[in-house]
């Protein structure tokens, strides 16, 4: 699958910032940026963020609540109890979920 990323649709960033910082450190902070921005949505909020802006279906090529429940043990892990179990059996959902769907992404101006 390919997905187009339509570069009319990015946030625009002023050319005196762009000459000031340079163009490729605007470009990481912009990333950095939005992928924060992502990070505290829910997982239907970022299955909608990713079929609107990237083309791709979560629910299409995705168990949802297992996605829903890697995500809550990554929050804990990384928020709440930083030296919490995980156990074989959660990681092996991982990494079936990872090799679920495979995308393409290519990038348009």
């Excluded at 009319?8 to 762009?18: D, N, T, Y």
């Excluded at 605007?26 to 924060?36: A, D, K, L, P, T």
Aim: glycine residues 2%; proline residues 2%.
């Amino acid at each position: 699958m390919e997905i187009e990323v339509n570069a009319a649709e990015e946030r625009q960033v002023p050319l005196g910032r762009i000459i000031a910082e340079g163009a490729e450190a605007v470009i990481e902070f912009e990333i950095e940026r939005e992928v924060q921005a992502l990070d505290h949505k829910t997982v239907e909020e970022r299955a909608k963020y990713f079929q609107e802006r990237l083309q791709l279906n979560w629910k299409q090529c995705t168990d949802f609540q297992s996605v829903q429940r890697v995500l809550e043990i990554r929050n804990q892990l990384l928020h709440e109890n930083p030296g919490m179990t995980v156990t074989d059996s959660q990681l092996e959902k991982q990494f079936r979920l990872r090799s679920h769907c495979h995308f393409t992404v290519v990038a348009s101006a």
